[in-house]
């Protein structure tokens, strides 16, 4: 990000917050020390969920993050990989370039990935998402992870 005063491309951030412009950074210049501001413009297209029910919903990465993050509650996977994860998946999706995706398209890419990451999560989110009945249908994945 170069210095509107002089030019150098280094800048440090003072302050860092969420604006409707995008994310707000508050920087000084390391070589002129003046101050300036700069907007990471977030210029993303929405796109809806179809669910299963048919229902229609906003993309929400919010959404995404809590059934995945509840998936990996207490195993011992970092958080930076399950970041890293979600925004995969978040990129996927938008690369489809769609109004409208199925939710069963995002089940499936979420559950690819858990599954490289950690085989619990990935009952534990299966279990939700494909809304398993009994015993049975647990026995069944597990046996495919095998
Ligand atoms: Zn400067």
Known sequence: MDCPYCLNLY????????SPEGIRRRRECLKCKKRFT???????????????????????RK????????????????KEKIDKMINEVEEQLRKKGKKEINSSVVGEFVMKKIKKLDNVAY????????????????????????
Do not use: H, M
Request: overall charge positive; hydrophobic content about 30%.
């Open 11 to 18: 800048s440090k951030v003072t302050n860092k917050r969420k």
């Open 38 to 60: 700069t907007y990471e413009k977030v210029n993303r297209d929405e796109f809806y969920i179809i669910k299963k029910n048919g229902q229609r919903e906003k993309f929400e």
């Open 63 to 78: 959404k995404l993050v809590q059934g995945i993050e509840k998936a990996f509650e207490k195993r011992p996977v970092p």
């Open 123 to 146: 009952i534990r989110f299966a279990s939700v998402y494909l809304d398993f009945q009994d015993i049975k249908d647990f026995k069944k994945e597990i046996n495919e992870l095998e």
